[in-house]
């Protein structure tokens, strides 16, 4: 006989079970050693015999006897597996019978299906996650439930998905509500702790901060700003991430709460106790054209353990400009379903590739144009009043021109507009068919009565964007909708011939870019007229105003629900107030025991503990604002900061505008030095003033405006 170190093992299984004339399946002997790695891999004859060769003897080496195109890493469940040693003793042994359920298939079917959709991420529902997310005391989080992606019940602008690859994961949760000790710090949970990321609660600030604006990167829609630093927030990899959103909230309660409510606020959160293994990928699919998926494939029926499931999670990607872009991504977000629920996979991806389709505006008809968005703002919340000519509006209001109108004032209503506006027009598909082919969208100041004060001015048209389905991802092109030579611009229907035959156009891009910083800061009037194919201007029935009259109208969107109100003129006016001046935030005089002082360099020191500091400031937006008329202010707040790294201390944190000149300077509240000092005779102080405006492009609010004022002063209690 020859060495062990040589010789190979040969045998024989018997499928036990087979019939004379049937066919063998096609097996396979896999040997993997002891660190995963596969040594070899032996074919399994018609007859059953195999021959194993010298190279994969290990000691410590396992068998896998399964189907020769399935992997072992992937479905070990599928596989019979001996160590090596006890293989060996079969095989001497005699034949090996392998049983009927193990060598054939057991015809069962896993499926999955869903949808998938591109929402935008508006910075007002940003917002409002955000407030749902974080903590105002333990008797609110105590009293809230956790945020969940399912949580979205509101029509934003989504878009439906319509070419992408869908790759299926699974992973196993076992749910076995923990025991907790709370008396110990951190709290223990039982049977096994997870792994509970616990981040240190943000430093408090007066208020969410908004993103710059700015326009989508790389292969997405044209001018249409993010709110990406929002986004991130709340999302990973384009998706809703369930622990991002419960992050702040879940921080300070597992801090703060004790007892019973502690023990409630956990067992009302699985992701923090349940035990999941890890996520397998197990199938992939293809999108079909109405944004739907449907995925099967063959594998072993699956039986959980008593409190445990079966979850399943996914990736879509889509081929871009030449590049594989994963636009969802439900395994690195925690979005994880049932195996019999029917998701809708909703991506937030500046990237993804959408299908054209109308928006979701109710009672719109089928002939009719209306202004849908400013920014990511829909134009329902806008206070424009109604018209009362082609060219103007009835006398404006208060808060005529601006977002979010409220009777009563306040940081987040009544916002003023300024930097760039991108203006979405809704053109339905039935006014092509009564001959609309151009547009024009023009701008003229308003007075105080609602009417033109000035020449009108066309605004510009950004060139936009189309893409092109080449059969294995999506290429991108623009086209210029005009102008021509009569100053007209095309309107991109989905069928428009500035279009190949295999294009679509992005379906969220602007028919017009108004730069407010070009014009002065005072209410202005924005209005759309429409042109057949010969340049002609023309009106809806009935309407008054030069041009020919055709069966379409013109609608003002003045509640969510619709439908639209008819505008009964020959062109669509909106009222628009945008003001691009910076606050300002100015620290004029420091205060001891209510004594001022303007010097640059500022000592502060007293033999009395209760000696109180604070502090004369000016915080206010420069638009006029005589009564009636509302702040274009967000908001002021001073905060003290002791020292390197020391803790900080707030003085003031308000809505409204102090100091406005000619006025004096306001006085804030005081804090006492021994506050502000704590253990230490004497230290160095930081103080912080910052003004917030309200003015947003409808994207989100434009921080560049706001101010802040920085002063520095040492303090020290002195002996008596």
Known sequence: MAEAKARSISGRLELVGRKPDEVAPSLALFIVGRDGKRLATARVAEDGSFTMPARARD???????????????????????????????????????????????ILYWHCVSGSVRRCFPYPHWLDEIRVRGVSLGTASIRSLSPVSPAWILYPW???????????????????????????????????????????????????????????????????????????????????????????????????????????????????????????TKVAQGLVADDGSFSICWPGWPIFPAPGCRVEYAYKVSQSIDGTNVTIYDGVAANQWFGAGETPTLTSYSPWAKTCVG???????????????????????????????????????????????????????????????????????????????????????????????DGAWATVPVPVWTAWRWNGSGWVRSQHALGPNADGLYVIPYADVDLLDPLEEWDPDQYHAVLDTTQHANRRHLIRIEVFDAAGNQIKPNGATGPGTARNFRFGLWRIPAGPPDDVPFSALTHLLWWDNRPAVAKIEAILLGGVPSSETCQFLESSDPNAGVSFHIRAYHPNPNPSGT??????????????????????????????????????????????????????????????????????GTLLHLDAEETAAFAAEITGS
């Open 59 to 105: 000691p410590g080496a396992r068998v896998l006897i399964g189907p020769a195109d399935a992997d072992p890493d992937e479905g070990a469940a599928r596989f019979v597996s001996y160590r090596l040693g006890d293989f060996e003793r079969l095989v001497e042994l005699g034949t090996i019978g392998l049983p009927e359920d193990r060598w054939r298939p």
């Open 157 to 279: 602008r989504c878009s439906t998905v319509c070419q992408g690859l869908v790759e299926v994961y699974r992973r196993t949760c076992c749910c076995e509500p923990p025991i907790i000790w709370p008396e110990l710090d951190p709290p223990v949970l039982w049977p096994d702790d997870p792994p509970i990321p616990i981040p240190d609660p943000p430093w408090p600030i007066p208020w969410p901060p908004d993103p710059e604006p700015g326009p989508f990167p790389g292969p997405g829609p044209g001018p249409d700003p993010v709110p990406f630093a929002a986004l991130e927030g709340v999302a990973t990899s384009g998706t809703l991430d369930v622990r991002k959103l419960n992050a702040e909230r879940d921080a300070v309660a597992l801090r703060a709460l004790k007892g019973p409510a502690l023990a409630e606020y956990i067992r009302l959160r699985p992701y923090l106790w349940c035990h999941c293994g890890g996520a």
């Open 358 to 452: 109308d928006p979701d505006i109710p009672g719109t008809g089928d002939a009719i144009v209306l202004l849908h968005e400013i920014g990511a703002t829909e134009s329902h919340r806008l206070a424009s009043p109604a018209q009362d000519s082609p060219t103007s509006v009835t006398t404006p209001s208060a808060n005529s021109g601006l977002l979010d109108p409220s009777t009563t004032d306040g940081p987040g209503v009544n916002r003023n507009l300024g930097g760039s506006l991108g203006l979405r027009y809704f053109f339905s598909s039935g006014v092509k068919g009564i001959g609309g082919r151009f547009f024009r969208v023009q701008v003229a100041p308003a007075n105080e009565f609602g009417d033109p």
């Open 630 to 699: 509302p702040l274009f202010l967000r908001g002021y707040s001073l905060g003290v900061r002791k020292g390197l790294g020391g803790p900080s201390t707030s003085f003031v944190s308000a809505y409204g505008e102090v100091g406005e000149p000619p006025g004096a300077a306001a006085t804030t509240p005081s804090k006492a030095l021994a506050e502000l000092l704590g253990a230490d005779a004497k230290c160095a102080f930081s103080a912080r003033l910052h003004a917030g405006v309200k003015t947003t492009n409808g994207s």
